[in-house]
């Protein structure tokens, strides 16, 4: 089983991320069941705007596109800004959108049989804000969400420290995480096991 974990933080590489601290405790309990997983800093690559997979030469998304048609899980880790998702993240969501169109060889949605989940982290409320918007796109792509298929770290209301400078609050945020990974490698067996069926006509 593969999974990949698409990090929406607005840091390049190489500065640390506190998204990417919280979704690597995700990525742990993954590898620790067995799956391959693949980690994604979307920001490196310069995605270009768009509703296609692919605008030509230069469009780093087709690379990521191939990802995820061979991954069985995907996992969006994104900062909150203003209550909302990244930037970077709203820019994979549009990427994205072209697979609601994209089939298989048996005529069903390309991301069916597969999950997903969201990891989310930032200084004041509004995780389960950005986790509804999330996961409500990946959703309507396809995509199954288990249940609990999320884990989150915030400060609270008004300024404060960010994940990586603060203890509190973590443990929970772990073990949030793994259990956000097993509830998405069983169900994602059992997709493997009991395929979603071609809607009907």
């Known amino acids: 089983m593969r999974a990949v974990v698409i990090n929406c ?4 590489s190489p500065e640390p991320t506190n998204t990417g601290a919280l979704a690597a405790v995700v990525e742990e309990e ?6 391959e997983v ?14 296609e997979t692919d605008l030509g030469p230069g469009d780093p998304w ?9 991954s069985e899980i995907l996992v969006i880790a994104s900062p909150t800004w203003a209550a909302h998702p990244s ?10 959108d072209a697979m609601m169109s994209e089939t298989d060889d048996a005529g069903r949605p390309v991301l069916f049989d597969r999950v997903a989940g969201v990891v989310v982290t930032g200084n004041e409320d509004g995780a389960h804000h950005v986790i509804s918007e999330i996961t409500g796109a990946l959703n309507d792509f396809g995509y199954t969400i288990p249940a609990q ?11 404060g420290p960010s994940y990586l400078d603060a203890e509190e609050g973590r443990d929970w945020s772990a073990s949030t995480g793994r259990a956000m990974a097993s509830n998405l490698v069983a169900v994602a ?4 096991a009991n395929p979603i069926p071609k809607p009907p006509s």
Do not use: C, F
Request: proline share 9%; charged share 20%; aromatic share 6%.
């Open 9 to 12: 933080t607005l840091k390049r």
């Open 30 to 35: 993954l590898r620790a069941r067995g799956v």
């Open 38 to 51: 693949e980690h994604v800093r979307a920001v490196d690559l310069d995605i270009p705007p768009g509703v």
């Open 62 to 70: 087709p690379a990521v596109h191939r990802s995820l048609l061979a």
């Open 87 to 96: 930037s970077v993240a709203q820019r994979v969501i549009e990427r994205m």
């Open 149 to 159: 298929a999320w884990t989150y770290w915030n400060r609270g209301p008004g300024p």
């Open 189 to 192: 067996s059992a997709l493997a």
